[in-house]
């Protein structure tokens, strides 16, 4: 197995990861935002949503350690490819023309992704222990719970800017993955980029959405 | 006629060896818009000999954008702010008169600097030695429609190999990765019949001899592609990505 390991340790091999992680994440996010939106339908429905994937507990925790590992690759190799690049320049240029060659989004992976990533624990620490691990267990009120943790708008709008983060993220992540695994030609391509910078508009105002509500309607 | 010249500040990157430290250093030049960058220099070193002072040493040799040889970084970008040429084809008209104007070596841990604006880049030469030739059985040439190929394919593989392998996309890249160089050379040899008896064992070991040289990996950031005096396509990685993944997983070679 020794050829597999050194082939995914090679500045592709590591490319490809990234890429495979990438769009297993970009799927993750179409699901989780699919439950989030249930959110607009009220009470009711979002607790019944949040209550039914309780009772098929053990699948979720499975999918769930799957995705922990998913996060996982795609942020050690993410580190660790910044750290190699960094490397293969020592010496900074004294005029830096990137701006020049190269988008913006494209150069900044490291620290949206490392925004995202300041999100995630906070994230899992507060909705998503609580959703598994507090009194919400019992009482299934997800969403009167989610109403008053977004009546708060320093957290709202922590959230509005972590998601406008990972739009610009999956702007530039969606079309990267498909030229890592070398699907770039003049017919796909352009509508591959497209795909992804809807894909991003979307997530980031969808996902924005929830907050804005919240703070709109004042916590319930 | 009048003779018309525009002054300029030139900052330029002066080291005296591979392990000394190096620094800018000012010269103010007046050069008529006419004459070409590498000229320019040539002006200034001219003048440093007069004084009896050391030269700036850079590389040229065709100084028509063929050769690859004269790579220098110019106000942050490798070949000047003009996209498709070499340094040798940057013409002083495109500054102003009063600019100030940043002259730097290619910067990255594979491209050591041997001198003020000269690096080493036998780098890529490791990476081509490595694998980007062909076997040919020796004897006449063949016959030109012995060995049917399409226009398609015949220019895309021209298109790769337009590469005249100076290093500016890596002294580009933010990684300073040599993908687009390497994509470069793998393209136009996979591409075309000749290339096919190689071609698994051609990217593995050209890609372990980038990966071993301390290239960086690629970001997909494109700037290669923008900076390529050749306009190389980052298709070309693509490719590259392509070939690297079907050989690992086809080659019945685990040394690989």
């Given amino acids: 197995m020794n050829w597999l390991f050194r082939s995914l340790n090679s500045s592709i091999g590591k490319k490809v990861i990234m890429a495979i992680t990438g769009i297993s994440l970009i799927l993750f996010l179409l699901v989780h935002l699919a439950n989030n939106l249930t959110l607009f339908a009220g009470p009711t429905t979002f607790n019944t949503v949040v209550k039914s994937l309780d009772s098929i507990k053990p699948f979720v925790r499975v999918i769930e350690v799957i995705l922990a590992l998913i996060f996982i690759f795609h942020i050690f190799n993410g580190v660790r490819l910044w750290y190699e690049n960094k490397i293969a320049r020592p010496t900074p240029y004294a005029v830096n023309g990137s701006s020049k060659n190269s988008s913006l989004l494209s150069r900044t992976m490291i620290q949206t992704g490392s925004i995202i990533f300041i999100f995630l624990v906070i994230h899992l620490s507060t909705f998503w222990s609580a959703f598994n691990f507090s009194d919400l267990h019992q009482t299934h009120t997800y969403y009167e719970f989610t109403a008053d943790m977004f009546s708060n708008v320093y957290y709202a709008i922590f959230y509005i800017i972590a998601m406008i983060t990972l739009g610009f993220h999956l702007n530039h992540g969606f079309q990267s993955a498909f030229q890592t695994f070398g699907w770039n030609n003049k017919k796909y391509f352009p509508l591959i980029t497209t795909l992804g910078f809807l894909y991003s508009v979307l997530m980031a105002v969808a996902f924005s959405s929830i907050p804005i509500y919240f703070l709109l309607i004042g916590g319930n | ?256």
Wanted: hydrophobic share 40%.
């Fill in chain 2, 1 to 256: 006629m009048t003779d018309i010249k525009i002054n300029l500040l030139v900052k330029v990157w002066r080291q005296p060896s591979t392990n000394s430290v190096g620094s800018f250093v000012d010269y103010k030049v007046s050069v008529s818009p006419d004459s070409s960058f590498l000229e320019m220099l040539d002006e200034i070193n001219n003048d440093l000999e007069m004084k009896n002072l050391e030269p700036i040493a850079f590389e040229s040799d065709c100084r028509e954008g063929i050769c690859g040889t004269c790579g220098l970084v110019i106000n942050g970008q490798p070949h000047g702010p003009i996209p498709k040429i070499a340094t040798c084809q940057l013409h002083m008209r495109n500054f102003k008169d009063g600019d100030t104007v940043w002259v730097e070596p290619f910067r990255a841990k594979a491209f050591q600097v041997m001198k003020d604006l000269i690096v080493e880049r036998s780098g890529l030469d490791k990476i081509i030695a490595a694998g980007g030739y062909i076997s040919v059985n020796t004897g006449s040439i063949p016959d030109a429609n012995a060995m049917p190929i399409s226009k398609d394919v015949s220019s895309l593989a021209m298109d790769a190999a337009a590469c005249i392998g100076c290093g500016a996309c890596v002294a580009a890249c933010k990684n300073a990765s040599a993908m687009l160089f390497v994509s470069a050379k793998v393209s136009q040899l996979a591409l075309l019949p000749q290339g096919q008896p190689e071609r698994t064992r051609r990217v593995q070991n050209m890609v372990k001899v980038m990966d071993e040289l301390g290239f960086g990996s690629c970001s997909n950031t494109y700037a290669c592609e923008a900076e390529c005096p050749k306009g190389i396509s980052v298709k070309n990685i693509a490719r590259l990505n392509r070939e690297f993944i079907l050989a690992h997983m086809k080659s019945d070679n685990i040394e690989a």
